[in-house]
Every structure is written in C-alpha cells, then in structure tokens.
C-alpha cells in the first residue's frame, strides 16, 4: 500500500490471490448479476440472509488479504469504495452495514470504523472516502461486513498512503465520484 497505492476492482472475476479475500468465513462472492454490479463486469455481493447461520450478526465478507500485504504502523490512508445496497437492513434488529481497520488478532484497536444504515437508496450507487491511521501494531487488514440482515456489493476500492487532512468523517456522495481501471488486474 505505501508505495504505490492498492486498487482492487474485482474484474478477474474470482478471488485469485489478489488484493482481496472472501471474508473471515468465505462469504462474499463475486458476483456478475446485473443488479448486484456497481462498475465493470463484477463486484463482490453479500447476501446476508439467513438468521440461523453462525456469521449472521457479524458477517464480514470481504476484507484485505493478509498474505498479500498489512497496513504499517501509525500511518494513515485513504480509502475509497463504491457500494450498492441490494437489500436493506432491518430497523427492527438494528442492522447496519460497516467497515473497519483491524489488528490481526485484536478486536480492541479497530481504526477507521464506519457504520451505516441510512442515508442510501436501494439500488443506487454511492462512493464513499475518509482517512484512517492505524495504530501501533503492522498487522492491521480492512474489512467490510452486514450486521444481521440485508445485501450488498462493494466495488472500486481503493487505498492510499496519505498526508493526514483531518478527514476522517466518511463522506458518502450517490454516484461515482471517482474512477479506476476496469483492466484485470490480478490473475
């Protein structure tokens, strides 16, 4: 990430020893369905439905792949991602889709976490950007996930190694708001 920056978009079609992984247990998939693809051929799609699986209240379906690279030590970047809510989470269980910098190992130096669960149409794009600096371990790895129901995709994302601005609100814009390659860029 420090050198040159990571762009994942997705667009080799699987998870190949890329940038990416399926999540903690394997969950996300990536998806060519028209409705779930936000830019290119594929996006990676959770549909986190099932209330009697053991991943339904915090179901992480796509993070960094950790045997690819971590984030340093006490270092900020800037992520960038496009999502498109499928089906929206349930008021009623107060569900909410996240986002998040993890110590490998660690639940208690989570950095940069963003929740949301308003704000969005379903079936609309919108890209989203915002700082984050991690803390004092090299260990750190990013992820997304749905808290209880609802379905999503992710795609474009981003990261870079930054100057920190102080902007670490995530801003969250309907549409696409910046562009990447839809080259392949892992096989």
């Not at 420090?2 to 990536?30: H, Q, R």
């Not at 986002?99 to 950095?111: I, Q, T």
């Not at 963003?114 to 149409?121: N, R, V």
């Amino acid at each position: 990430v420090d050198g040159k920056g990571v762009v994942e978009n997705f667009e080799a079609g699987v998870f190949n020893g890329g940038c990416m992984y399926p999540g903690t247990f394997s969950t996300g998939i990536l998806s060519s369905k028209a409705q779930h693809v936000i830019s290119g051929n594929y996006s990676c799609y959770i549909a986190n439905k099932n209330p009697l699986s053991t991943y339904y209240e915090f179901n992480v379906f796509c993070n960094t792949n950790s045997a690819d690279f971590y984030f340093s030590a006490n270092t900020t970047y800037r992520v960038r991602f496009k999502f498109k809510v499928i089906e929206d989470v349930k008021a009623s269980e107060n569900g909410q889709f996240y986002c998040l910098a993890r110590e490998e190992g660690s639940y208690l130096h989570d950095k940069g976490v963003f929740e949301w669960k308003t704000g969005y149409e379903v079936g609309e794009v919108y890209s989203v950007e915002y700082e984050f600096t991690t803390g004092d371990s090299d260990k750190y790895y990013f992820m997304w996930g749905v808290h209880y129901y609802g379905a999503i995709a992710i795609d474009d994302v981003t990261f870079d190694k930054v100057t920190p601005s102080g902007k670490t609100t995530p801003v969250m814009t309907k549409g696409h708001t910046y562009q990447v390659t839809q080259n392949v860029l892992y096989r």
